[in-house]
């Protein structure tokens, strides 16, 4: 694992130092953008350090009985006639009784480019790099000044502005006395700082201490994040759609073919029955109307044949009947039986004998609380 620190040094985050804290500032790296750190691995981590022209840090006491949300909406209120542009351009986070508020397209465009990096990241102000409980900080870094206050706020300038904004702080706060972390003559007198003096060391940095830290970075979904994460290729996407649109059109088109298959089974019905009483104008109870069909042929063109009496099979469980096999000239049927709950199958058989009934011989298996298998029954035909 690796820790890598990209300093942005302007709001358009074109021009940024890149350090690895094991080697120091002396190994610096300049990119023009954040995704020429591609190269990063999950194992990795990166803090992005955000210039302060794109945030301002203001104290505010939470309300701890509250949301972050409701504490976030009190701030707004009561200090929303300070802010230089709209509300609804920034983006708030809440640490520690501390708001940042953060220029909204400035971080998404920055989480937009990070989100697309495979190692673990870290969004922060500048003038939080060098935290120090308690203290206030004066942190000589890249020819920038940064103010790092005990109460997590902080500021940065440069040479230019150092002392007339040294003097605004100074009028706020007469007892302001940081540590110094620079070898600036004028800093140094201003706070007679004896030597040697002590500079700031990226190798200092207590990564266990930035996790304590509000953290700015949030994943933004995109279909070049998706693909990245996914390591998929335009064959594995063009895959992968085909899948959705058959998982879509799918149960759509077996609901047409099963309609399609219904009207043809209705015709057909329609048919057969035509063929066999021509003043059928409408198949709706094919049972009913064979039936009726039946009554109508005389008795003495009917065989003298008696069939079995099969009611108590249809009464204590007809669903679970798949077929049956009658041999008439013997007077015995077959009776397949799929998946029978076994209390059921016990009370057709205690009640078979009232229906003239008598089960010979029964081929069947009975697992987990159900019969499976062939009866076979004689019935009476005198």
């Known amino acids: 694992m690796s820790l890598f620190i990209a300093h942005i040094l302007n709001s358009n985050a074109d021009l940024i130092n890149v350090y690895e804290p094991l080697n120091d500032k002396s190994n610096v790296s300049n990119v023009t953008c954040i995704d020429e750190l591609g190269s990063l691995d999950e194992s990795d981590k990166l803090l992005v350090l955000i210039p302060s022209s794109t945030v301002t840090s203001y104290n505010f006491e939470e309300n701890k009985s509250l949301s972050n949300e409701i504490n976030i909406a009190n701030f707004i209120s009561e200090t929303d006639l300070i802010f230089a542009n709209e509300v609804s351009d920034n983006e708030y986070f809440l640490n520690n009784n501390v708001v940042y508020v953060v220029d909204k397209v400035f971080l998404k465009d920055l989480n937009t480019t990070l989100s697309e990096l495979n190692c673990e990241i870290y969004v922060l102000p500048e003038y939080l790099i060098n935290i120090i409980n308690g203290r206030d900080v004066i942190s000589e870094f890249e020819d920038r000044y940064i103010f790092t206050y005990s109460n997590r706020t902080g500021f940065a300038t440069d040479q230019n502005s150092l002392e007339q904004y040294l003097e605004i702080v100074l009028n706020k706060n007469p007892n302001f006395n940081p540590l110094i972390f ?90 057969i029955f035509k063929s066999i009483d021509k003043d059928i104008k409408r198949v709706i109870a094919p049972k009913s109307q064979i039936d009726q069909i039946l009554n109508q042929i005389p008795k003495s063109d009917l065989p003298s044949i008696k069939l079995p009496n099969l009611d108590i099979f249809f009464k204590y469980g007809s669903k679970y009947i798949s077929d049956i096999s009658i041999e008439i000239d013997a007077s015995f049927a077959s009776i397949k039986i799929n998946s029978m709950p076994d209390f059921q199958f016990d009370i057709l058989k205690n009640n078979s004998d009232r229906f003239n009934i008598t089960i010979l011989d029964n081929d069947l298996i009975t697992s987990d609380g159900y019969v499976n298998g062939i009866i076979k029954i004689e019935y009476g035909n005198e």
């Open 182 to 271: 620079s070898s600036n003559k004028y800093l140094v007198d201003k706070f007679n700082v004896k030597p040697p003096h002590e500079l700031f060391n990226l190798n200092n940095i207590d990564f266990s201490d930035i996790n304590t830290l509000p953290n700015f970075f949030k994943i933004q979904i995109s279909l070049n994040l998706f693909l990245n994460k996914m390591n998929l290729s335009k064959s594995h996407l063009a895959i992968g759609l085909i899948s959705l649109l058959l998982l879509v059109a799918g149960p759509k088109y077996l609901i047409y073919e099963n309609n399609i298959n219904s009207k043809i089974y209705t015709s057909s019905t329609f048919d």
